[in-house]
């Protein structure tokens, strides 16, 4: 898998972490649009979602592309805010902090899901999971002084 290899080491580096939040995620978004929801062009390479969180500020719809890491079982995703490496939190973790349920399209499907942060010694055995699925989150993590937030979501149970 030289092909992988060769994108964790580039999403490793600072100059991605400046380009890739401008770039990946309009795509992501136009790809996910014009194929209606079946493509999501990151997760040709990691899973991937289209996470729809309320605003914390503005009570407004947010639609953001992330990778995630479905959990074994296939009824949960850890979604990671690293932002790239950037030094601040992503705008979608303090969405989720604030009104923790949302909606996810997951393989061209939406799904209402809750969110949850994860601390302490469930975080810590989450992180090592994470690095062994994509080490580049290591890099990300120690060019900031944040710890990066981990969540978990859930399907919510159907009304």
């Given at each position: 898998m030289i092909g992988v290899r060769a994108v964790q080491k580039v999403s490793s580096t600072r100059a991605f972490a400046k380009v890739a939040p401008h770039v990946i995620p309009a795509l992501d978004r136009a790809v996910h649009r014009l194929t209606r929801g079946k493509v999501l062009l990151s997760a040709q390479l990691l899973p991937g979602v289209i996470l729809t969180a309320t605003g914390a500020r503005s009570g407004l719809p947010r639609r953001t592309p992330l990778a995630c890491m479905p959990e074994d079982g296939g009824g949960s995703w850890i979604l990671v805010g690293s932002n790239f490496g950037r030094t601040g939190h992503p705008a979608w973790t303090a969405n989720l902090l604030a009104r923790p349920d949302a909606e996810i399209s997951w393989k061209g499907t939406d799904i209402?899901?809750?969110?949850?942060?994860?601390?302490?010694?469930?975080?810590?055995?989450?992180?090592?999971?994470?690095?062994?699925?994509?080490?580049?989150?290591?890099?990300?993590?120690?060019?900031?002084?944040?710890?990066?937030?981990?969540?978990?979501?859930?399907?919510?149970?159907?009304?």
């Open positions: 209402p899901v809750t969110a949850v942060l994860l601390v302490g010694e469930e975080r810590a055995a989450v992180w090592k999971t994470l690095l062994t699925f994509w080490p580049p989150y290591a890099a990300y993590q120690e060019r900031v002084e944040r710890e990066i937030r981990l969540f978990r979501i859930t399907p919510r149970p159907s009304a």
